[in-house]
C-alpha cells in the first residue's frame, strides 16, 4: 500500500503530525472525532503538508522523526512543498 505522512493544522494553531493510507478519510474521521484522541480538545483547519510514497514502516520512521522537530522546523518542512 502507499502511505502517507501529513501534517495538520489546528485551531488552536498547534501542528498535528499522522499517517495513513488515505489522508481525506483520515481528515474527516479527525474532524468528526473519530480519529485521534488528540482532536477532542481541537478542531483541524487543514492539511498543510502531505508526504506520499511511503510503505507503512518508512511512514512510521518518518512521522516520528517530523514530531520530533520543533514547531518552527515544522513549518519550514511544509514551506518547502
Known amino acids: 500500500m502507499d502511505w502517507s505522512v501529513y501534517i495538520i493544522r489546528c485551531t488552536d494553531d498547534s501542528l498535528y503530525t499522522g499517517i495513513t493510507t488515505d489522508v481525506s478519510r483520515r481528515f474527516t474521521q479527525h474532524a468528526t472525532q473519530k480519529g485521534a484522541k488528540y482532536f477532542r480538545?481541537?478542531?483541524?483547519?487543514?492539511?498543510?503538508?502531505?508526504?506520499?510514497?511511503?510503505?507503512?514502516?518508512?511512514?512510521?520512521?518518518?512521522?516520528?522523526?517530523?514530531?520530533?522537530?520543533?514547531?518552527?522546523?515544522?513549518?519550514?518542512?511544509?514551506?518547502?512543498?
Open 41 to 81: 480538545a481541537r478542531q483541524p483547519l487543514q492539511i498543510i503538508y502531505v508526504e506520499n510514497g511511503h510503505n507503512r514502516s518508512s511512514a512510521s520512521k518518518r512521522e516520528c522523526h517530523i514530531k520530533r522537530m520543533s514547531k518552527t522546523e515544522k513549518l519550514k518542512l511544509v514551506a518547502t512543498q
